[in-house]
């Protein structure tokens, strides 16, 4: 299985609203990370989780809460998002969380997400 | 430091060879490479570490000239299938997997 999957594909939220963002993968990888993209924009990396643990966190507000609940799972968390966060959210898995050798990142569909 | 991708934008006819260029002023690791669809998640093409390895994969092959921080993505005989933003992402020695991306390169095949 080589496939990142992430729920769910599309979410609207109000600026109140509290949602999560699923990602799975079962490719044994040990580290998984959450991207954001706005339209025509390179995706901008948020948060790299390496063993479970929380390795990078790119000054993202603290108004997105990530959690790894297991090697295989990921979640953001959402909570009192503003307009300007809508945009897609991408999860991408890897075999590590270092700089090494073919260490590839293989990226979900990601979720689009729209506050109101 | 975000990487400089080069050209923007570029429109090709089927059969046609393109190239995309990528440059840092940091130290690299490696460079990734992906392409993206409209609506889609980028997908994985290839990765070159420092070294100057060439790397291929069907029709697209890439290079990484370390001592300029440089790559190019080679695109032969394109197909309509490659249509797409091209995005480099680098990852500095220091970093520890952290892919910085390029602005992107669309692609446009037409037939």
């Known amino acids: 299985d080589t496939e990142v999957t992430q729920t769910p594909k599309h979410l609207v939220m109000g600026m109140t609203n509290k949602k999560s963002l699923k990602c799975e993968q079962h490719?044994?990888?040990?580290?998984m990370y959450w991207y954001k993209q706005k339209a025509k924009k390179p995706p901008e990396l948020m948060f790299v989780y390496s063993y479970e643990k929380l390795s990078i966190n790119e000054s993202v507000p603290s108004r997105f809460s990530p959690e790894c609940p297991n090697s295989s799972l990921l979640n953001l968390h959402l909570h009192a998002l503003q307009p300007e966060d809508s945009a897609l959210y991408l999860c991408a898995s890897s075999q590590r969380a270092a700089v090494s050798s073919y260490n590839e990142q293989f990226f979900g569909p990601g979720t689009r997400l729209t506050v109101l | 430091q975000q990487p400089v991708q080069s050209p923007q934008a570029v429109i090709l006819r089927e059969g046609e060879d393109a190239v995309i260029n990528c440059s840092s002023s940091?130290?690299?690791?490696?460079v990734h490479w992906y392409r993206q669809k409209h609506g889609e998640a980028p997908v994985f093409l290839m990765i070159l570490l420092k070294g100057g390895e060439q790397k291929g994969h069907e029709k697209i092959s890439a290079s990484f000239n370390e001592k300029k921080q440089q790559s190019s993505l080679y695109l032969t005989a394109s197909q309509l299938s490659y249509s797409g933003t091209y995005f480099c992402?680098?990852?500095?020695?220091?970093?520890?997997?952290?892919?910085?991306f390029g602005e992107g390169t669309q692609l446009t095949v037409n037939p």
């Open positions: 490719m044994g990888h040990r580290a």
């Open positions: 940091k130290a690299l690791y490696s």
């Open positions: 992402g680098t990852e500095e020695e220091t970093s520890g997997s952290r892919l910085t």
